[in-house]
Nanobody, 122 residues
Framework: QVQLVESGGGLVQPGGSLKLSCAAS????????MGWYRQAPGKQRELVAD???????NYADSVKGRFTASRDNAKNTVYLEMNSLKPEDTAVYYC????????????????WGQGTQVTVSS
């Protein structure tokens, strides 16, 4: 019904950059917050960054100043520009969208992408 398609993951050297994209489609009335989580092996999933429908951003302390999240509401797409990447950024990155669906406008549903691997290594 609602699908999130992620792209942009890959292998990059420390200090390098990478940009992730995530596009939502389906029975969408409105997307509230939309953003990115990540999970490294043996660790809990954590919020990386998210963006409200109005463009307000929220970042994990570990990525502040290095990552930039943005969104294009017309395309239902969120981006994550990652700069100055570190080995500890290595994780599977998951897109998340909090969606008000067209068929039921009284609540919010959370949807996840399938994840994209980001590996930072020399």
């Amino acid at each position: 019904q609602v699908q999130l398609v992620e792209s942009g993951g890959g292998l990059v050297q420390p200090g390098g950059s990478l940009k992730l994209s995530c596009a939502a489609s389906g029975s969408i009335f409105k997307i509230n917050a939309m953003g990115w989580y990540r999970q490294a092996p043996g660790k809990q999933r954590e919020l990386v960054a998210d963006v409200s429908s109005g463009g307000t951003t929220n970042y994990a302390d570990s990525v502040k100043g290095r990552f930039t999240a943005s969104r294009d509401n017309a395309k239902n797409t969120v981006y994550l520009e990652m700069n100055s990447l570190k080995p500890e950024d290595t994780a599977v990155y998951y897109c998340n969208a909090r969606v008000v669906r067209s068929d039921y406008k009284f609540t919010e549903y959370s949807y996840w992408g399938q994840g994209t691997q980001v590996t930072v290594s020399s």
